[in-house]
């Protein structure tokens, strides 16, 4: 799996966007770009992913750059429960009838968002 | 929304004790993960199970380490001699055949004296 580079804390005040980089050179063509975030002592949780087009759910949106070097995590209004490690994982996805890797997930150290009132 | 779920919430155990962390999976999914953190470091991966036997497993998931379905529902992660460096929280994820989206259980807090 390629190897993700993210700042290691960011600060946001409340009810504005919050934009956390990712920053992923070693992409390969195969590679989807995914983001779970860890609440304080909970378990990840999983927030988006896609290739090369961008992506937006009911939680936030991805922009992948166009050369898939980066991507960047869009809270758009940001509230103080958003606070939370979030973390930008590369890898191919998982298909069943492919075999290989079952999908397990490499986390990074992530970045730490804190969203301040 | 159907949720992972995990106990106990906090497990204390004495050192060279054995102890059977619990999962319950999202109906329907079939694959099962255990991760494990240590407080202050990164997720890191145990094993993943499919159809009744593990999958993959990384080098933390020694001898000590098993995995089981007992039951049908309750995917279990048995350590059978714990030593204080087993100290961590452990996460069980699962997810469908058809996504790659992973379900995170609470976690079980282990703590070994």
């Known amino acids: 799996d390629a190897k993700t580079t993210q700042p290691p804390s960011m600060d946001c005040a409340e009810g504005r966007a919050a934009n956390l980089p990712c920053n992923h050179s070693t992409i390969s063509g195969n590679e989807y770009v995914y983001w779970y975030r860890q609440i304080h002592s909970q378990g990840p949780q999983y927030i988006i992913h896609?290739?090369?087009n961008n992506e937006t759910n009911e939680m936030a949106s991805l922009i992948i750059t166009e050369d898939r070097k980066s991507s960047t995590l869009i809270l758009p209004h940001a509230t103080l429960r958003d606070t939370a490690v979030y973390y930008c994982i590369v890898r191919v996805p998982f298909r069943k009838n492919y075999g290989g890797s079952q999908g397990n997930l490499i986390f990074g150290k992530g970045t730490k968002l804190s969203v301040k009132p | 929304e159907p949720e992972v779920t995990q106990t106990p919430s906090h497990q204390v155990t004495q050192m060279g004790q054995e102890v059977i962390l619990r999962c319950v999976p999202i109906?329907?999914?079939?694959?099962f993960y255990w991760y494990r953190q240590i407080l202050g470091q990164k997720v890191e991966f145990l094993v993943s199970?499919?159809?009744?036997?593990?999958?993959?497993k990384s080098e933390i998931f020694d001898d000590q380490f098993s995995v089981e379905r007992p039951d049908g529902s309750n995917f279990t992660l048995k350590i059978r001699s714990t030593k204080l460096e087993d100290s961590a929280m452990y996460f069980c994820a699962t997810r469908t055949e058809y996504t790659d989206t992973q379900y995170f259980g609470p976690g079980t807090r282990l703590t070994v004296l």
């Open positions: 896609g290739l090369k």
């Open positions: 109906s329907n999914h079939l694959y």
């Open positions: 199970f499919y159809n009744n036997e593990i999958s993959e």
